[in-house]
Nanobody
Framework: QVQLVESGGGLVQAGGSLRLSCAASGRAFSAYNMAWYRQLPGHGRDLVAGIMDGKTHYVDSVKGRFTLSKDNDKETLYLQMNNLKSEDTGVYYC??????WGQGTQVTVSS
């Protein structure tokens, strides 16, 4: 069993920054693929950024603005989000390989 707890969401003006955190527990954190997804009301969850097989991937819309990092000692995944845009608004979910999801954290960017 894996537990994922996200934090760091909130309301920010366009151009601002937020850092999301995903604290993991329950298994060997360093060994597994992890990612952040975003969901809008009435839509499915879309991949934003992930660390898969040791490589970091970003969707084109966040390249150059978002940075994904993983602290294996703290068992925490981070998503640093800079120069936020209104289209970044959504509920952000942390995902761990094997089908594990956190509860989500709301990010709202006002224009």
């Amino acid at each position: 069993q894996v537990q994922l707890v996200e934090s760091g969401g909130g309301l920010v003006q366009a151009g601002g920054s937020l850092r999301l955190s995903c604290a993991a527990s329950g298994r060997a954190f360093s060994a597994y693929n992890m990612a952040w997804y975003r969901q809008l009301p009435g839509h499915g969850r879309d991949l934003v950024a992930g660390i898969m097989d040791g490589k970091t991937h970003y969707v084109d819309s966040v390249k150059g603005r978002f940075t994904l990092s993983k602290d294996n000692d703290k068992e925490t995944l981070y998503l640093q989000m800079n120069n936020l845009k209104s289209e970044d608004t959504g509920v952000y979910y942390c995902y761990a390989g094997g089908g594990y999801w956190g509860q989500g954290t709301q990010v709202t960017v006002s224009s």
